[in-house]
């Protein structure tokens, strides 16, 4: 028997474009919306006797699907999404035994495509209907960050079909499968020199983490093309999408106990960004879960402060990553026990 809270999700990377396989990494989520976008197409031509569009005139014309994911950033089993989301990745053992660091870039090249299944259990609790999206490709991933609450991923996905005929692939989760937080977090913004990541060594910087960032996001867009149907495809993309130039950014807000941000917005002043969250947990032997995002080079899009009526004043500021034709745009460090993405 099953209940409502039974649902689940799986993925897998495909080896061949829109060719359905069956999900063997699952994900705790928050909420889905991931639905089939299918659009008909009516005949409109008038003939005597006739006021209601005719049944033999209904054609389906184009198959999309795709839509949203939320979850809380786990220390276990996040790597492969990200890999999804930006395409490139490397996976090296560290000297502690058990330990893995996954570095995740943007692709210079293709965007691959998964297979993505959602379990949607039925109301009297007979069993789990499956809806299976293959050759699904993420269009964005946003990591936020908020005092009080746990860190959150949000995917925007887009996907060739909607098919029905696929065995419902059971979730199981790894064990000890831990959330990182707000309170495990440090930012590092300013001028100072940034060390970037290595295969096996986090990114570095000279600067001090500061203390007036009170909730922010990064945001990546692979600018994906959302083409693809062309004749021979039965409705559906004949190709998986191609990217296009990616946007990087996010936005900040800060207490105001100091100017800095401020004057390099106004400034036009090069920043350079390191977000560490390290969860408190020991992993082989003297480890710890890791999240870091690293933006060598962006500049601020706004923050100049307004009254706040007498409470404190927060200054609220856009940002874009940019090129700085030496370091990636973007690097997310994942350290943790998969061996592998």
Not at 135 to 143: D, L, N, P, R
Request: hydrophobic fraction near 40%; glycine fraction near 12%; proline fraction near 4%.
């Amino acid at each position: 028997m099953t209940t409502q809270l039974d649902c689940s999700i799986g993925f897998k990377k495909e080896s061949a474009y829109g060719t359905a396989i069956t999900p063997d990494k699952f994900i705790e989520f928050t909420g889905e919306t991931i639905e089939a976008k299918l659009d008909f197409g009516q005949g409109e031509g008038m003939r005597p006797g006739s006021r209601v569009a005719r049944l033999d005139r209904r054609r389906l014309n184009k198959v999309d699907a795709g839509g949203s994911i939320n979850m809380e950033a786990p220390t276990k089993g996040l790597g492969s999404l990200l890999e999804a989301a930006l395409g490139a990745a490397t996976s090296t053992a560290l000297v502690d035994t058990g330990v893995y660091q996954h570095v995740l870039t943007l692709t210079k090249g293709a965007l691959g495509s998964y297979t993505i299944q959602k379990g949607i259990p039925l109301l009297d609790g007979s069993g789990v209907e499956t809806y299976t999206f293959p050759g699904s490709q993420f269009e964005s991933v946003e990591v936020s960050f908020g005092n009080s609450d746990f860190l959150k991923i949000a995917l925007e996905m887009m996907a060739r079909d909607i098919v029905r005929d696929v065995a419902y692939a059971a979730p199981s989760y790894p064990a000890d499968l831990e959330l990182f937080s707000f309170v495990d977090g440090e930012i590092f913004l300013g001028t100072d020199a940034i060390t970037v990541p290595t295969a096996t060594e986090l990114a570095t910087t000279s600067g001090a983490a500061v203390a007036n960032i009170r909730e922010g996001n990064v945001k990546v867009a692979n600018g994906l093309d959302g083409e693809g149907w062309n004749l021979g495809g039965a409705g559906k993309r004949t190709r998986a999408n191609v990217v296009s130039m990616a946007e990087v950014g996010g936005q900040i807000t800060a207490e105001l106990d100091s100017t800095v941000t401020v004057d390099a917005y106004l400034d036009q002043t090069t920043l350079g960004m390191v977000l560490n969250f390290t969860h408190p947990s020991t992993i082989g032997a003297l480890s710890a879960p890791t999240l870091q995002i690293v933006i060598p080079a962006l500049k601020l899009e706004g923050g100049v402060p307004s009254s706040n009526g007498g409470d404190v004043i927060s200054v609220q500021s856009d940002f874009t990553a940019l090129d700085n034709e030496t370091d990636e745009p973007i690097y997310i460090v994942y350290r943790s026990t998969d061996a592998t993405l």
